[in-house]
């Protein structure tokens, strides 16, 4: 009977053996989960006959310390929550391995080519589609044609009413200053807005516009406190532009929201239009709320998808698959969906990635334990074995 128990003692230890020594080979792998085999007696009857592993326990819920890889497409989780990828069989599984590439047809997968699982969004929409693969789309960004140009600036109260009337934009006597900005048509087509400054009393700055050099014949007159404070127009002016060849009318409305008249340099701290040319897809990125950013050429930048983290009632229940991924399982429960720091889900660490939670300490400690009991276990066999010779010799 001793050599029953004592063999299965051994292969007991055999298997907590194998599972330490994954767990220490595993200690540079993304995203790894470490094991423990537990011990459980064997009994027949009422008679102790042997130990067995009874379980392996993963420390799922463990998190490992976090990597900056300073990669645009690496995540990790911090707090609960998994990755949710599926196969191309239709099969859903979950990772905390956040390390993203786009493939060739344009769908965001992870290392094994699984597709990472995401809500759609529609630029310049808050509202999440449904849940699905991520798409990045690889065509152009069609131009948006400016309608609002922003301009703050001081118009220095040290100016004097220029001598030479009227305005002149050719005779640089007739005005103080001048700024140029730029706006976009409906085709993405840049055309130069030109703001020429005329000090016109003593708290009064009146404003002429060309387009492309050419006069729009149009005056915005800018009105000052006694303070240096903008008093009028209080609401952006907006301005016909004309119609540019092969594109539609373009109209813009000025802000003047900001602009003071003090004493010193005239400067101007804002000059900023709206719109845009059209671009090409140059990047794609994963935000801290989850969202997927598609950059282009044109220094657009646009949210097409959201990450979406799965969280279970259960995650110790859910079943492994590899080292780095599970199934859920009917121990686990149903996989409840959300955004990244919504609800019960962690919030992302971008350009990094999860560490192994593999304690190397604790795991040597355990392999020294192991090699103990196999010791001991191996005693037992060979005492037996001295008890039986002796036996057979006084018979």
């Known amino acids: 009977m001793s050599f029953e128990i004592a063999l299965s003692g051994i292969n007991a230890v055999n298997t907590q053996l194998d599972t330490i020594s994954n767990n220490i080979a595993n200690t540079g792998t993304y995203g790894f989960k470490s094991s423990r085999a537990n011990f459980s007696a064997v009994v027949a009857g009422s008679s102790p006959n042997g130990a067995e592993i009874g379980s392996l326990t993963q420390f799922i819920g463990v998190g490992g310390s976090t990597l900056n890889t300073g990669r645009s497409l690496d995540a990790a989780i911090q707090g609960r929550g998994f ?9 859903m599984s979950y990772s905390r391995v956040g390390n993203f590439v786009v493939d060739k047809t344009g769908v965001l997968v992870d290392s094994a080519g699984r597709k990472v699982q995401g809500y759609a969004l529609t630029p310049g929409s808050a509202t999440r589609g449904a849940l699905g693969d991520i798409s990045v789309p690889s065509g152009q960004i069609a131009a948006k044609a400016s309608t609002q140009l922003d301009y703050v600036a001081n118009m220095s109260a040290d100016w004097t009413t220029p001598s030479v ?25 840049q055309h130069t807005l030109t703001q020429y400054f005329v000090k016109s009393g003593a708290n009064q700055v009146n404003v002429h516009y060309t387009m492309d050099g050419a006069d729009l014949g149009t005056t915005t007159t800018l009105q ?11 609401a952006a002016v907006s301005l016909a532009l004309g119609t540019p060849a092969g594109a539609s009318a373009l109209t813009v409305g000025v802000n003047y929201t900001g602009t003071t008249l003090y004493a010193g340099e005239a400067t101007n701290s804002v000059n900023s239009a709206d719109g845009y040319a059209s671009g090409t897809l140059t990047g794609t990125t994963i935000a801290e709320d989850g969202s997927v950013i598609a950059q282009y050429s044109n220094g657009q930048k646009q949210a097409i998808a959201q990450l979406a983290l799965a969280t279970f009632p259960d995650e110790d229940g859910l079943t492994p698959t590899s080292d780095t991924s599970w199934v859920a399982s009917q121990a686990s429960g149903t996989a409840l969906y959300d955004a990244p720091g919504v609800g019960m889900s962690g919030t992302l660490a971008v350009g990094a990635l999860e560490q192994s939670n593999v304690d190397m300490t604790g795991e040597l400690v355990n392999l020294m334990a192991a090699q103990r009991n196999y010791q001991a276990n191996t005693k037992v066999i060979s005492s037996e074995n001295e008890m039986m010779q002796a036996l057979f010799q006084a018979v």
């Open 83 to 91: 990755f949710a990828l599926k196969d191309n069989a239709g099969g």
């Open 165 to 189: 009337t009227p305005f002149d934009k050719t005779d640089a006597q007739s005005f103080n200053s001048s700024m140029v900005s730029v706006a976009y048509d409906s085709l993405g087509k």
């Open 224 to 234: 000052f406190s006694t303070d240096g404070v903008l008093t009028s127009p209080t």
